[in-house]
């Protein structure tokens, strides 16, 4: 790509209790043509409708949006709220339903342990299970991931938790949808299941799928290489459309 038809904003959303280092291994191979900004709208707004808001009005202009997880369910809400804006979705491990009945209640446990300050007790057990088993047992990569979560804090994971516990329901709008749109995806991902991308994908009418092997939920750490040369191809292809 040496040129771009229009001038267009790439945005990058992290997932729950996550921030810009999630995006480490992206960042230095994004198009260069891309003016490309980690947003953190997530850490300073309570509900996955007000984060989207905060993205479309801190980022001027046509924006592409990719989004991890929650900040792909905040890519989603923002696509709904400005769609003539919104010229490409890539969608990382994300979910478009609404919160189910035991995930919500899973959530509300967790936040009563935060509250008493018992952030590391409970996610430090449960890191492994955000990755596939053949990256659980890397240490340097786990530990990572625990301090990015760790310096989020209990407030962060709160406020957060509670967003998600509260989203809307995001597949009414996905058929309106006439971007293009990315939707990738561990084959191994337990905590949004390969089920979760394929209703995505069969909604929107623009949808290209990528299953990246043997990775869990945590891709753009897990497999950078395999997430990097699938997300700059399709990045190339839609900004200089």
Not at 6 to 19: K, M, Q, T
Not at 222 to 241: H, I, T, Y
């Amino acid at each position: 790509m040496t040129s771009l038809a229009r001038p267009v904003r790439l945005v990058l959303l992290p997932g729950l209790a996550c921030d810009a280092r999630l995006w480490r291994d992206q960042l230095p191979v994004l198009p260069a043509a891309l003016e490309t900004k980690v947003s953190d709208a997530a850490t300073r707004y309570g509900t996955i409708p007000s984060m989207a808001a905060a993205v479309l009005r801190e980022n001027a202009g046509l924006l592409i949006l990719c989004g991890a997880s929650m900040g792909g369910m905040i890519a989603m809400e923002a696509a709904r709220q400005a769609p003539e804006r919104v010229v490409g979705l890539a969608l990382l491990g994300t979910n478009a339903q609404p919160e189910g009945a035991e995930t919500y209640a899973l959530r509300e446990a967790a936040i009563e342990l935060f509250e008493r300050g018992d952030v590391r007790d409970v996610i430090e057990p449960n890191i492994v299970f955000a990755f596939h088993r053949a990256q659980a047992t890397d240490r340097e990569l786990t530990q990572r991931y625990l301090q990015i979560v760790l310096d989020a804090g209990a407030v962060q994971l709160i406020r957060q938790n509670r967003a998600v516990m509260r989203r809307p329901d995001a597949r009414t709008h996905l058929p309106s949808l006439r971007c293009p749109v990315l939707v990738m995806c561990g084959d191994s991902d337990t905590l949004t299941p390969p089920a979760c991308s394929r209703e995505i994908a069969a909604l929107v009418p623009q949808a290209e799928v990528v299953w990246v092997p043997q990775c869990g939920h945590m891709l753009t750490m897990e497999k950078p290489a395999l997430v990097n040369a699938a997300l700059v191809d399709w990045l190339e292809r839609v900004s200089a459309a």
